[in-house]
């Protein structure tokens, strides 16, 4: 399934994706044609197998319904998760990003988080914080995790993923490298674009196999495929999960490849600015694009 997230009158409602259409199971559940469907992305998660055959028998069952489907044009698009207890990221995990920041190969995956002050949808603008003169995108498949994991092996990790969407982690780099502490640069408001769709992992056979690309301004500065990842996804959920306990929703944020600003020679780096417009597609994912304002104080 493809997965959505539509803001109406303020409030977030799941929505199910099809060639048709957008379908707003938020609303079907509250007007009782479904009485076990799940109201949110995260019930949808958490209610397992029996929330998800909801869900899927709803959509047979509305193909009949014209009325039902929304133009996918003309929604408003929230992030596809709107409030994982943990967003955990990856640094430094593609190896020829390592190479062109000339950063040293990292033995563990580095890791840090984000928070939910940092959640977007597509479509919606991005404030470049005043204190920053250096924000950076970075594209970057995001793993949503679907059950409640700790001590996972590699060879059973993926079983934990409910899915996977596209995501932007844009980084202020003059904040991020103020001290040896990256998470500055990395909180702002806004500063994580995620989705618009989150595909349910039955869809994806190989989350590193997949093309992964960025564009500002319609101008291709990323081009890579996550097979790349030094640490692939599995590893990555094994390793976490060692350490502390993975929730449903869950966001884990995977590294980005070679063509950030940060890469290029210090003399032909240019930072994002108001009006530019940036799109991260991932393979069978989708696309996201947000544009870059100044902030408002």
Known sequence: MKLVTIQLNNENHLGVKTDRGILNVTAAARTGKGSSLPETIHELIEGGAAA???VEAYVREAEADSSAWLDAASVVYGPCVTRPEKIICVGLNYRKHAEET???IPEYPILFNKFNNTLNGHGHDVELPVTSKEVDYEAELAIVIGRKTKHVSEEQALDSVF???TANDLSARDLQLRTNQWMLGKVCDGFTPLGP????ADEIADPNNLRISCTVNGVQ???SNTSDMIFNCKQIISYISRHFTLMPGDVILTGTPEGVVLGYPPEKRVYLQPGDVVTVEIEKLGSITNKMVAETV
């Open 52 to 54: 998800r055959q909801a």
């Open 102 to 104: 000339n950063a040293k």
């Open 163 to 165: 899915g996977y969407c």
């Open 197 to 200: 769709t989150l595909v349910t």
């Open 221 to 223: 500065r990323q081009n």
